[in-house]
């Protein structure tokens, strides 16, 4: 198999670490990037940890023109598909946008693989997809119900997968179903940038550790849950970039489609965070209780006993690990890659 991998947002958070983690393995990650969330520091800080940065393409995935001229120049065999919009809050402000953003790409960028003969693809899914009222932890076959048009477009887009593949059984798919991503490589060259006011607990969490946010609001202190803040399932960054390299691998030996939950089975409440994250940077985070948050399920959990046994895929970083190596690439990098 060749190993040129065609990366869609490869130079935002998840992206840039599992690019590293392709150019580890021995792949040549091209990515395709229009930097709209992200900034062209990330491939500097790429070569700063391996010595040789990826080649780097500007430009929209939903420019089939540009993808397929990508595809002609090198020998594509694969594409792993990060880019996209992820904030739930906008999505639920501007529906459209993310529907034409995030579905209407996604369809360009398989209508031009379909036209170059590529067929697989691994695709970035959430969490969201799952009915928040269901069981935790969650099952890949648990029933699915997104409650915000956020995770409405992923479920869209893996029902597109889904008839693609039982149009043709050439397709080789994986979706993995991401839970709460965080940490950053330990180096500190990468790690997550925000560009706007982040949504995500742990992104805040450091601003208020760092001193550009004065206080943490926490959103509902009486779920049903021990501490009454809601629970989720934190999986660091590197984890889920190795996680690309087992599906990749299981993809170039199984067609079909296959789902995989990329989480580590543990809950962690907001306040047990909090509490982790004061005893890693020695500050005292100030917190506010505020009232719910639309939208916010109590509990979200990963079962991830299929991706361990068909990918031999094990989580290897703790919530402490998480929280440290989080800490400190918003120590060096206090602005973020600015
Ligand atoms: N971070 C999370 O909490 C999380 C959780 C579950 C799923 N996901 C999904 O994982 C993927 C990656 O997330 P992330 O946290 O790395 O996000 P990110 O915003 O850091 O990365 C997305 C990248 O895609 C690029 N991009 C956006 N639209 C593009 C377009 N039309 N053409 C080319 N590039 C484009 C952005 O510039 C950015 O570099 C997303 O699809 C997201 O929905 C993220």
């Not at 150019?23 to 992200?38: C, K, Q, R, T």
């Not at 890949?140 to 409650?147: A, G, R």
């Not at 916010?296 to 703790?318: N, Q, R």
């Amino acid at each position: 198999m060749s190993d040129y991998v065609l990366v869609t947002g490869g130079a935002g958070y998840i992206g840039s670490h599992s690019v590293l983690a392709l150019m580890e393995a021995g792949y040549n990650p091209i990515v395709l990037d229009n930097f709209s969330n992200s900034s062209k520091e990330s491939i500097t800080g790429i070569g700063k940890i391996y010595g040789n940065t990826p080649i780097v393409i500007e430009g929209d995935v939903g420019n089939s023109s540009l993808v397929m001229d990508i595809f002609s120049n090198y020998d594509v065999n694969s594409v792993l598909h990060f880019s996209g919009l992820k904030s739930v809050e906008e999505s639920m402000a501007d529906p459209l946008k993310y529907y034409i953003e995030n579905v209407g790409s996604s369809l360009s960028l398989l209508r031009t693989m379909q036209a170059a003969s590529i067929h697989t693809i691994i695709f970035s899914s959430s969490a969201t997809v799952y009915d928040p009222e269901s069981q935790v932890p969650y099952t890949e076959n648990s029933p699915t119900n997104p409650i915000n048009p956020y995770g409405h477009t992923k479920l869209c887009i893996e029902q597109i997968l889904q008839g693609l593949v039982s149009s043709n059984p050439k397709w080789r798919v994986g979706i993995l179903r991401y839970f709460n991503p965080v940490g950053a490589h330990p180096s500190g060259h990468i790690g997550e940038d925000p560009k706007q006011t982040p949504n995500n607990l742990m992104p805040l969490l450091m601003q208020t550790a760092i001193g550009r946010k004065e206080k943490l609001l926490i959103f509902g202190d009486d779920y049903d849950t021990p501490d009454g803040t809601c629970i989720r399932d934190y999986i660091h960054v590197l984890d889920l970039a190795r996680g690309h390299l087992s599906a990749l691998s299981y993809l170039e030996r199984h067609q079909g489609l296959h789902i995989w939950n990329l989480g580590t089975g543990t809950g962690t409440s907001i306040k047990e965070l909090v509490d982790k994250v004061r005893e890693v940077t020695g500050v005292e985070i100030k917190t506010e209780i505020t009232s719910r948050r639309l939208g916010d399920s109590s509990k979200a959990v990963a079962d991830p006993e299929k991706a361990k046994s068909e990918l031999s895929w094990h989580p290897e970083y703790s919530i402490g690990n998480m929280c440290a190596d989080h800490w400190n690439w918003q120590r060096q990098n206090p602005d973020g890659y600015q």
